[in-house]
């Protein structure tokens, strides 16, 4: 149930770069839509929490903080199971309940807590923003004010707006992306860290050649700073960036230095 490493860093203003944040994610709600294209079957999701029937998401949690030291868990979810299977619905008060049970589980170890919209910016393959209106702004937008409101007084969650979107255009996505941030703040979720996904799947390696990073350069919260707006970056250091190959590449590193000099030269965090 344990998938991937995840490590938060802070790259900005510093010869040498600080880990801020290093974790894992603990999967499970995202099974069901674990594809690229944000198809859902809900006989997949498997909530990794013992009063579900499946693994102790709450133990290996508990676990990495106190034995390991790590400090952030990622709470991958599908935005379909939050509300049901309904686009544009309300959070199904059953389902969000189950994953609000891991989210707190999360919280009572002290760590911070991504919540995590697995779906590849895309519902049943229609692009947010991008496919004829098949799946409008707005209805993430009342996604991700609803999750916010729900977690406004909590200061380690940490929204993480999509899981690695892809082949799409950028500068319509940056929109996107922009008014879930603005719905996350009118909330009242004011001062948490919020991920500001890029396309390519979120590479490291794209964040600048895409325009990934200039596009989302350019997102605000409600006073117009950028305050812990904070792009989301994935990089797998095997050799052909899957995350399952046993051989390692010294690729990753040269897309993390590429990186971290856009963002020392622009004043932002990763």
Known sequence: MLKKIYIAAALVHVAVAKVMLAGINIAGFDFGCGNVVGNYTASGVTPPLLSQGSVDGAGQMNHFVTDDGLNVFRLPVCWQYL???????????????????LVEACLATGAYCVVDVHNYARWEDAIIGQSDGAVTNDQFASLWSQIASKYADQTKVIF????????L??????????SAVTAIRKAGATSQMILL??????????????????????IINLDG?????????????????????????????NNLDTLATWLRSNGRQA
């Open 225 to 253: 700073n950028t305050t812990n707006l904070i792009l989301d970056v994935h990089q797998y250091i095997d050799s052909d960036t899957s995350g399952t190959s046993p051989d390692c590449t010294s690729t990753g590193i």
């Open 169 to 178: 255009d950028i500068t319509t996505w940056a929109t996107t992306v922009q």
């Open 160 to 167: 993480g707006i999509m899981n690695e979107p892809h082949d």
């Open 197 to 218: 996904p890029g396309t390519s799947y979120t590479s490291v390696g794209g964040s600048v050649s895409t325009g990934s990073a200039s596009a989302l350069s350019s």
């Open 83 to 101: 509300v049901d299977g309904t686009l544009g619905g309300d959070l199904d008060v059953a389902n969000f309940g189950i994953y609000d049970d």
